[in-house]
């Protein structure tokens, strides 16, 4: 499977009209999207539309957006279990499935951003819960997401309209 040396450590760019930010990428670096799978730890090349936000109420105010918008619970979860019919899809928890917490302790997720990777069909195993989220202050990798900086990513979502894409893009891949 290629894999791109483009990663967290060596720069990723995020840019959007008016605006362009330091973001980090997954920790293998970035991979074509045929060759992605669930857990590689690699971000998928390509154009991706942005579904909806969530956010954690407790921690910041409803972003200013044209993007659909909904607040996180303690229940908030997103399924990764590519057996499940729910997979890439939001769970409540608790759950039986495997999945990914989506309140948490660190701050990574107190903004997310949902990329329409792998939703229209689901294809089992192909990558689930692919987010552009909140950047650890050291940038370091991700499990597969986009992460930018927290008022990057608001000013982002301040620019973004229904429709609106994230395009993913690597260096070194055939």
Known sequence: MARSPFNAESGGIL???GGVARCALGRSGV???AAKR??????????WPMREVY???DRLERPVTALAVEPLTP??????DPASPLYNRPVRLP???SHEKLWREDHIYDLIVVLGYND???????GSAIFLHLARDDYSSTEGCVACARQDLLSLLAAARPGDTLEIIGRDIP
């Open 55 to 57: 956010f954690r109420p």
């Open 75 to 80: 229940e908030a979860g997103w399924c990764d």
């Open 95 to 97: 759950s039986p499935l």
């Open 31 to 33: 991979t074509l999207a």
């Open 15 to 17: 840019r959007w009209p």
């Open 38 to 47: 669930e857990g590689d730890g690699a971000s998928p090349v390509g154009l």
């Open 120 to 126: 229209d069909p689901v294809v089992p195993g192909k």
